[in-house]
């Protein structure tokens, strides 16, 4: 891999063509804001090399990466092109982002570079700069006439712009329709032409198919990370003029104002924290252990904590996520019935999972698969398919389940439900894994969202869970989680309880302190836990009242469609079903920014921006998209 590597020479950044006025560097001293990651299409025939590739050019966690099929390219099937390229390369080129391609196919001898390249690739580039309105020049282009100047595409340098006026009037109405969603970004963002580079390499033939690639890649970066779209919402999101924009994309708690909201249980807490002086001397790697013990009572019950738990504070959910898969890499590997195709321990998430779930499990060194769960159809749970996916999945692997306010569609199981997937996952062997990130946020009552995994444990099961305080606490950015494991006695919780310790200790040395002092101040003193268990009951309340609004908004604005799935869902998200272009829509046409898989942030919807959304959200739903 590293041979192949280093066959291809590209710099970190490709020398850009001459700079037009307005942009940094240029003749006007313009001022624009940064691209999003870069960008990379892969044409080969396989993704085998991708792993040696992209390494080379940018790290991995920078990548966007979209693959296209080099026959489209080569037949000049320039409508095929917008339609098979996804929304997440369309925002990001309406962005300015550079965009590298790979051919590692044989090369066009006149010309030194693949014939995919060459034959029509490059419309990919100029279309987004045509369609967005970047014509080079003072003015925006302002109507599908004005090309003049439109800037040329580049491949390793070389300005391989074809005369793509003709070929943009033979579109059809559909490509056409598809990048005008996008020209409002290019005018809001201020942002430069999109770049093409082509990368390939010295080989004539190197596409997977004759061998040339031995490893296979573990890499399928086939849609944008959850994580980089959010930041290209964020980003446009932060650059768009409009008084009446909306960010339903970040997943933290808003109140009616679409202000952050800081519980006043927890500045309470603060002001009674601060005030003793305490010190700031490190925590022991296991955490605060008046913090965990309140924490396994908020989990398991009051007086109702498993023996043999082992407990450790954690950074966060994600942090008792990421230590799970740590100690299962470490010490669950060697099951080949369990393992993954490449001897790892298997870690099965639900489809779909919180986007960085895959990632945490995979970086920590599992396997990961997935299992059934949201039926688009009906936009609920697909029961049958999930109980069927578990009970034929590897006997010891693990399963990921969302204990309640599933992220992101917001479809949980009730109470039957629960018991026929504890029955499907005992049957089959499996171990489960509780990721419990919302707790009060689906009924209002910590102790009512806790139910699957108390009922896991009435039913005999060895649970592992992994809480967050971030949400029901609102202390985002105080990190505040802990991961529990379920062993039995006192001397295997003992010994796991060190492993844990072992795990955690190169990672982040010793966990966070403030807090959970706060969580402990909460939770320690009756009159201000009960004021807290009334705050997160009104926050969920606030999202469920938003729910019924916005499903009568819509309603009210003339639309016909079925929405009952908005009240249906539970918790912060709705998985509202609309596509990545009708997100593209609302963005570019009405300044409602959400994740690309249409998932909606329920708790930036309020009483004063539902009746937009609401029309907005009928306006582009309204033709069936």
Sequence with gaps: MAALAAAFVPPLLPPPPPLLPGWPGGTGGGVVPPPPPAHFINLTNGVEALPALVPAIVPLDAVRYTRLQSSTCEAGDLAGLLLHADAGLLMHAALGGAVYVYDLGSRN??????????????????????????DGSAAATKDDDGMAGVPPVWVRGLNVARPWRDACARLDRRAKKRMRYYRPFAHAMGSPPVRLYGVYGRATRMDGQKGACAEPSPL??????????????????????????????????????????????????????????????????????????????????????????ASVQTLSGTGACR??????????????????????????????????????????GCAVGTYTYYEPSTKSLNLEGMLRDLRDAPRGATVLLHACAHNPTGVDPDAEAWGEISAAVADAGLHPLFDMAYQGFTSGDPAVDAAAVRRFVADGHAVVLAQSFSKNFGLYGHRVGALSVMTGD?????????QLCILGRPSYSNPPLHGVRLVDEVLGDAALAAQWREEVAGMATRIAGMRTALVAALADAGSTADWRHVTDQNGMFCYSGMSADTVARLAAEWSVYLTSNGRISMAGVTSKNVGYLAEAMHAVTKDGQ
Excluded: Q
Excluded at 122 to 131: C, D, S
Excluded at 346 to 354: A, C, D, H, T, Y
């Design 109 to 134: 001898a006149a010309r030194g570079v693949p014939r995919s390249l060459w034959y029509g690739l490059p419309f990919v580039a100029f279309a987004a700069n045509y369609f967005c309105g970047r």
């Design 490 to 498: 006192a001397a295997a919780a003992a010994a796991v309880s060190s």
């Design 220 to 309: 399928a970066y086939e849609r944008l990370s959850a994580a980089t779209w959010l930041l290209v919402v964020c980003f446009a999101f932060g650059r768009d003029p409009s008084p009446r924009k909306i960010n339903l994309g970040v997943g933290a708690y808003r109140d009616d104002d679409g202000a952050p909201y800081v519980l006043p249980s927890v500045r309470e807490a603060e002001a009674r924290v601060t005030a003793r002086a305490l010190n700031m001397e490190y925590l022991p790697v296991a955490g605060h252990a008046g913090f965990l013990s309140k924490a396994m009572d908020l989990a398991y019950g009051e007086g109702a904590v498993p023996e043999g738990l």
């Design 323 to 364: 230590l799970a898969g740590d100690l299962l890499a470490r010490f669950a590997g060697g099951d080949k019935a369990a393992d993954g195709a490449d001897g790892r321990p298997l870690v099965l998430l639900p489809n779909p999972s919180w986007a960085n779930h895959a990632a945490i499990f995979r970086d920590a």
